[in-house]
């Protein structure tokens, strides 16, 4: 059974209307005010032209190949600056967030202005910088050479040892 050309056209503009896209209206679509679908395969013919078996001047208003690329172009110019503005926020966020947290602690010592609180925490520093200088002028012991065992000194505590011959002296032997 064939099918017939009327039924060909009927098919091909359901699918176009069903898979396809709205464009700028071609001139038979713009006369009859309707909408201006085209296959998203093949943008030649809209579905009211592919309906009614007419030429379509759809590709008349499709952009050139140099008018794409000036879209993107544009495109490409758009989402770098968008990029480099989210930069610029991130930015500016953190400078709040800096500027938050040094007013709390200007507050919480009891400031009254930030240069305030930039002098007491350089003098902190300093502070820091000279401790730690001084922990590393102790003279630590080398690892090279083996440390000398304690020596004990039963002099040094002031108690004399028991002579040999003292009852003492066998209690500390057993």
């Not at 700028?24 to 009614?52: K, N, W, Y």
């Not at 003279?139 to 050479?145: A, K, N, R, V």
């Amino acid at each position: 059974m064939d099918i017939s050309e009327k039924e060909k056209k009927l098919v091909l503009s359901l699918r176009i209307e069903r898979c396809g896209f709205e464009m700028t209206p071609c001139p038979l679509c713009a006369r009859s005010g309707r909408r201006c679908i085209v296959d998203s395969m093949d943008a030649t013919r809209c579905v009211e032209c592919v309906h009614q078996g007419k030429e379509c001047g759809v590709l008349a208003k499709t952009p050139s190949l140099s008018e794409w690329c000036s879209i993107d172009r544009s495109m490409e110019k758009l989402q770098q600056e968008e990029e480099e503005a989210m930069a610029k926020i991130l930015r500016l966020r953190r400078q709040q967030a800096l500027l938050r947290r040094r007013r709390d602690e200007m507050i919480k010592r009891g400031l009254r202005s930030l240069d305030e609180l930039d002098a007491v925490e350089e003098e902190e520093r300093q502070r820091e910088e000279n401790q730690a200088k001084e922990m590393n002028s102790v003279q630590i012991p080398s690892t090279d050479e083996p440390a000398e065992p304690a020596k004990f000194d039963p002099f040094a505590y002031g108690v004399p040892l028991p002579y040999p011959d003292d009852a003492r002296w066998s209690t500390i032997q057993h």
